[in-house]
């Protein structure tokens, strides 16, 4: 199993503990009142929504990856999304750490 794989096994586990918010504008509301500990933007998101992402996180200090499609982020999840919010320390803390591996 790679970590990308354990990586969308975590995103899974983290949407049933109810620790995601996804979706932009759920998202961007999440950051700005600082329920997010980490953003995820599917790679194949328009370049302008990547950067609206990219901009709102630098502004307020949110760490933020740019990984797996929407399709894999969708399936993972069970909604088809292209942003997610992580809203739990522990679950972003263990999905950076696998992806810093990759």
Excluded: W
Excluded at 77 to 99: A, H, P, Q, W, Y
């Amino acid at each position: 199993m790679t970590n990308k794989d354990k990586f969308l096994n975590l995103l899974g586990l983290a949407t049933k503990a109810g620790k995601l918010v996804s979706g932009d504008d759920t998202t961007v509301k999440a950051i700005r009142k600082n329920n997010v500990r980490l953003v995820i933007v599917a790679t194949d998101a328009s370049e302008g929504t990547i950067k609206k992402m990219t901009d709102k996180c630098e502004y307020y200090q949110t760490p933020i990856i740019v990984t797996c499609t929407k399709a894999e982020i969708s399936h993972a999840i069970g909604k088809s999304r292209t942003i997610i919010g992580v809203c739990d320390n522990g679950f972003s803390k263990k999905m950076r750490e696998l992806l810093k591996d990759e």
